[in-house]
């Protein structure tokens, strides 16, 4: 005799199924977490997610490049003079007037003071707002940046002032682990 | 009646026995019951934070640990340092550094520009490549340890009786070959490398024991960490995925009964 | 057996689609409603088992393949990269394995049920082929597949299997085909980065042909319809049952029991079928004590040592797997099932002894032997008596047998053994 079909409401036959079938559901779940994981930053690269820079050498006005996370940062001694200037700029005059700095909240203004820990060290990446080339270092006419690609210029606090360049060069998560060490991301 | 051939056949394979041992085989290895062996083996912190001790302070002068990078020390599963005392270690290893501004790669005495190691780093080899590490050891290469307990029939089993091995007397009539040690569970008897642990050789920094015995069972059990460094993961696993699959093969049964049972 | 489809689209949207790509009524009459013989055992689950595993190792290998680097320098640490670094890697690679290793097991138990139940009898004859040719290609990827890691067994086995094709020089005189063959292999003049490169792409390659040709194998049993454990034909609808719900339970508890098989393997014994001289470096310069190919392949390396003459031993090791090719027409018995030949069922279970002996002579080292009652055998004498067996049991056995065995008698009817006598 063949299989009588099932009522409206799930008898003891169907509960089986049903049990049956969350449980294999569940499991199908859990075997496709891994193969979802597995393209997510392995610890190689992890690894790599926070970097220490040693400030040692680096001059007074000289600015290093270094590779974070797969792009340059921009690690510069300012000098007196570059400070000056960055502090001598009013808010409203900049195209963009937030801090863009991972280490303050979203909204904060960018004043020199708002765009580095220590007035001497800026800190900032050397990925351009506009389509992502690396800017030049002491080119353009604000001191601080230019960038060849489609002429934005950025100034001693690596603020956008000219060009089609929506944002400040953003700033990340660092901190100081001494005087002459720190470490970002 | 009708396996009676095959069956014949079977057993008359297994009563059969290999031919007897000659000149040069390995020994039966030594045993002992690993921590992390069995389907619920874990490592023993301690015996890894030992065995790294033992790896850094013996065996490192000749054997490099290539694949084995320095966070995997602070990372679950392994010998547990804390991420300070990991960074420390790295730290305190110098790693091949690039070029420097000017473009030199090695100083004005000629030594290869260093840095101090980071989490990302590997272990940094004790030799530069692999001629120097045979002409620093009459020949013979030291292997890379990172894997050595998966690259050797035995495992951890090897690997100790190899190092606690050496002392024995060969028997009548072997010669040992010259600059070689005799050591029966090597293939061949003449092994390159010299007895590697002595008693005491490492003061643990607890405290804890360190005669041969201690010291070889430390570094072992670090050897299977750094061959497997995701063994308790996987013991871990492998029980929920067990329970798992049998409570579904059981439902997926009775939904197999449940439909058959109109078939008949 | 396919007959008239019943499937009737219940809304509008299925039967819009219907008459544009009858794709649902495709599905609801292979794996829905497909009459299947009732009678069906154990032995019958491993078609879906098979499939499970295929799709296992197609969806590990395309996640590996984010990770893996097909370049002699970087491959064997891009294998560790995925064990150690990548999340799970460790985890994906065991399953792939070992699923490979599984694979072939419930393709040896596949195979061995279709010769015991005469599967491959007609009119099933191109269902048996097209196994026949999967399983080729199973080989052939799995060989590739084992040189990716480019460990010394990696390489090693690759350097062997190819220079085998060197022994073509034998017969091609000044021309020298072999030589050229190998050289056109490897890209160069041994197995190194070329060869390598040209192996990943194909491992990637070849399993979605494996995919296409079980496609054909599936349309070709179900014109016939499936075979059953008493070999004689389906004669009515009493005789069978719908694919879906029957046989699709069955085969689920049964893929979930090769399952568990499946998970001990890879949590608690990853390297067990392994070979450890595959966790060293490939080494041109080093060769390792024992060349030893994965378990599966190492009856047909027995054959291939028996024979001290290279291009024989090539000759005997391909002519093992083209005859399963002939196996159709070797067998001259009017019965399919070896339930009902009491003679045949004796020599196809000496053939299953001797499949597992050849598989031991493999395994172990050229100049091995053993001690039989007080005197030592070397095990390429036993390889050779087992490979002389293998070849009589398919082209002296199967066609004398067939014409001087008494089958048993054969049931009436498959519903009248499964029901037992009708009400």
Known sequence: MAATSTTAEPTRRDFIYIATGAVAAVGAAAAAWPLIDQMNPSSAVLALASIEVDLTPIQVGQSITVKFRGHPLFVRRRSAKEIAAAKAVAVSELPDPLARNENLPDDAPATDANREIKAEWLIVSGVCTHLGCTPNAFEGDFGGW???????????????????????????TYSFLSDQRIKVG | MRFALPLGLLLGLALSV????????????????????????????????????????????????????????????????????????????????????????????????????????????????????RAANGGALPPDLSIIEKARVGGPDYVYSIITGFGQKPPAGFKVTDGKYYNPYFLGWNISMPQPLTDNQVTFVDGAPAKIEDEAKAVVTFLAWTSEPHLEDRHRMGLGVMVFLIVLSGLLYLSYRRVWKDAH | ????????????????????????????????????????????????????????????????????????????????????????????????????????????????????????????????????????????????????????????AATVITNLFSSLDQISGGLKVGTHVATWLWGG?????????????????????????????????????????????????????????????????????????????VFYAPEFVGNPDNNIPANPLVTPADIVPEWYLLPFYAMLRSIPQKLIGVIVLGGAILTLAFIPWLDTSRVRSNRFRPLMKQFFWVFVVDCLVLGYCGSQSVDASLHLG??????????????????????????????????????????????????
Not at chain 2, 29 to 55: C, N
Not at chain 3, 19 to 48: C, E, K, Q
Request: with cysteine; aromatic share 14%.
């Open chain 1, 146 to 172: 230019l960038c060849h690609c489609h002429g934005s210029m950025y100034d001693t606090a690596g603020r956008i002032r000219k060009g089609p360049a929506p944002q400040n060069l953003a700033i990340p």
């Open chain 2, 18 to 133: 290999p031919a007897a041992a000659a000149v040069g085989d390995r020994a039966p290895l030594k045993h002992v019951d690993w921590s992390f062996e069995g389907p619920f083996g874990t490592f023993d912190r301690a015996d890894l934070q030992h065995g790294f001790q033992v790896y850094k302070e013996v065996c490192s002068a000749c054997h490099s640990l290539n694949r084995v990078a320095f966070h995997t020390l602070s990372e679950e599963g392994g010998p547990g340092f804390s991420e300070a005392q990991m960074k420390a270690i790295a730290a305190g290893y110098k790693v091949l550094a690039g070029p420097n501004d000017k473009g030199d790669t090695v100083d004005d005495k000629g030594n290869p520009l260093t840095r101090p190691g980071i989490p990302a780093d590997h272990f940094p080899p004790p030799f530069p490549n692999e001629e120097a590490a």
């Open chain 3, 1 to 156: 057996m396919s007959g008239q489809s019943t499937y009737v689209p219940q809304t509008g949207f299925t039967r819009w689609l219907d008459s544009r790509l009858p794709i649902v009524r495709f599905a609801h009459d292979t794996m829905l409603t497909f009459p299947t013989p009732r009678n069906l055992n154990f032995w019958y689950a491993f078609g879906a088992i098979l499939t499970f595993c295929l799709g296992v190792q197609i969806v590990t290998g395309i996640v590996l393949a984010m990770h893996y680097v097909p370049n002699e320098n970087m491959a064997f640490d891009s294998v560790e990269n995925i064990m150690r670094d990548v999340n799970y890697g460790w985890l994906l690679r065991y399953v792939h394995a070992n699923g490979a290793s599984m694979f072939f097991l419930a393709v040896y138990v596949h195979m061995f049920r279709g010769l015991y139940y005469g599967s491959y009898k007609a009119p099933r004859e191109i269902l048996w082929i097209l196994g026949v040719l999967i399983y080729l290609l199973m080989v052939i990827t799995a060989f590739m597949g084992y040189v990716l890691p480019w460990g010394q067994m990696s390489f090693w």
């Open chain 3, 189 to 265: 003049f041994a197995v190194g980065d070329p060869t390598l490169n040209r192996f990943f792409s194909l491992h990637y390659l070849l399993p979605f042909v494996i995919a296409a040709v079980v496609g054909l194998h599936i349309w070709a049993l179900h014109v016939p319809g499936n075979n059953n454990p008493l070999g004689i034909d389906v004669k009515g609808p009493q005789d069978s049952l719908p694919f879906h719900p029957y046989y699709t339970t069955k085969d689920a508890f049964y893929v979930g029991l090769f399952a568990i098989l499946f998970a001990v393997l």
């Open chain 3, 374 to 423: 007080g005197i030592e055998v070397s095990l390429v004498w036993i390889a050779r008596i087992g490979t002389a067996y293998y070849y009589a049991f398919f082209w002296v056995l199967m066609p004398v047998i067939g014409l001087i065995e008494t089958p048993k008698p054969l049931p009436d009817s498959i519903a009248k053994s499964v029901l037992g006598p009708a009400e």
